[in-house]
C-alpha cells in the first residue's frame, strides 16, 4: 500500500532565489534511515515558469499531472520514499530515499518517457544520515510554527469559520522556571497580552506554564503576526511557545 504521508508546503529562499518547498513531514517519525541510505533526484526544468522562477498558474495542471505520473515509478512501494520537492529557479528538483541506487538514472529515463516535452536531469549519491531531508527540505523550527498556523487556520476554516471576525485567542508556553515564565507574561503584557493564572506543568516534564490572551482576527495573513512575536519572546525567554486555539466564529447568513 502507498504512504499516504504528512504533506504540507512552505516559502523559503534557495540560493538567494524564491523557492516552495513541498515535503512529508511524517518521514522524520515513520521511517528507518538505514533502510533507504540513498538520496535520488530528479530535475525538471519548468516550461513555463513565473518571472521569479516560481511554477506559473499555467503549468500547474501540466506539473501536477507528472509528478502523479512519475513518482509512482520511482518509488515503488518498499523499494523507496519520495521526500519532497522544491521549486525554484525555473526547475522543480524532486528527492527520494531509496534501497539501492543503481538503476536510478535508467529508470528516470523510463519515467519521463510519460513527459516528452519536459527537459530532465537525474541523480544520486548516499546520505545514510538523510541530511538533504533534515538539513534542506525540513523547515527549521520557527518555519515550523508558521505551518501550523496555516493548518489551524485551515481547520477553523474547514468548520465554517470565515476568519474575519476578531475573537480571543489564546496561547500557551512553557519554561524552566517561574522567573522566566513571569519574564515571559512582563513582556507579553507589555505586547496587550492578558493573563490567567499560570500554574506549575501537571504532565512532568517540570515545567512552568504561561497562559496569555488577546482579541484578534485569526486570519491566514495576520496570524503569523499574532503569534511569531510570542514564539520568539517565548525563547528569548528560555522557554518554548506550545500554539494557539480559539472558537470557532460563523457568522449568520
Not at 538567494?16 to 533526484?41: F, G, H, K, N, T
Not at 524552566?176 to 513571569?182: L, T
Amino acid at each position: 500500500m502507498a504512504r499516504e504521508g504528512r504533506w504540507n508546503f512552505y516559502a523559503l529562499r534557495v540560493d538567494d532565489q524564491p523557492a516552495s518547498i513541498y515535503l512529508d513531514l511524517s518521514l522524520a517519525d515513520e521511517v528507518r534511515v538505514d533502510e533507504y541510505p540513498v538520496m535520488a533526484w530528479l530535475r525538471v526544468e519548468m516550461r513555463e515558469p513565473r518571472e521569479d522562477g516560481l511554477s506559473s498558474q499555467q503549468e500547474f495542471d501540466a506539473l501536477v499531472a507528472l509528478e502523479d505520473r512519475v513518482v509512482p515509478l520511482l518509488a515503488p512501494d518498499g523499494q523507496g520514499v519520495y521526500a519532497g520537492r522544491n521549486t525554484s529557479s525555473g526547475c522543480r528538483d524532486f528527492y527520494f530515499y531509496l534501497a539501492h541506487g543503481d538503476t536510478w538514472d535508467a529508470r528516470v529515463d523510463q519515467a519521463m518517457r510519460t513527459s516528452p516535452h519536459y527537459r530532465y536531469q537525474s541523480g544520486h549519491r548516499p546520505d545514510p544520515t538523510w541530511s538533504t531531508y533534515h538539513e534542506f527540505l525540513y523547515p527549521n523550527p520557527r518555519t515550523r510554527e508558521s505551518m501550523e498556523n496555516r493548518d489551524v487556520c485551515a481547520a477553523l476554516e474547514e468548520r465554517g469559520d470565515t476568519l474575519q471576525q476578531p475573537r480571543e485567542i489564546c496561547h500557551w508556553a512553557y519554561f524552566p522556571s517561574a522567573v522566566a515564565r513571569d519574564e515571559f507574561l512582563r513582556r507579553a503584557g507589555a505586547m496587550g497580552f492578558s493573563s490567567r493564572a499560570p500554574d506549575r506543568d501537571d504532565d512532568g516534564e517540570q515545567e512552568w506554564g504561561a497562559q496569555v490572551f488577546r482579541r484578534d482576527v485569526p486570519a491566514y495573513d495576520a496570524i503569523d503576526d499574532i503569534c511569531l512575536p510570542l514564539y520568539d519572546l517565548a525563547h528569548e525567554c528560555g522557554g518554548r511557545y506550545d500554539g494557539w486555539e480559539c472558537e470557532v466564529v460563523i457568522q449568520p447568513s
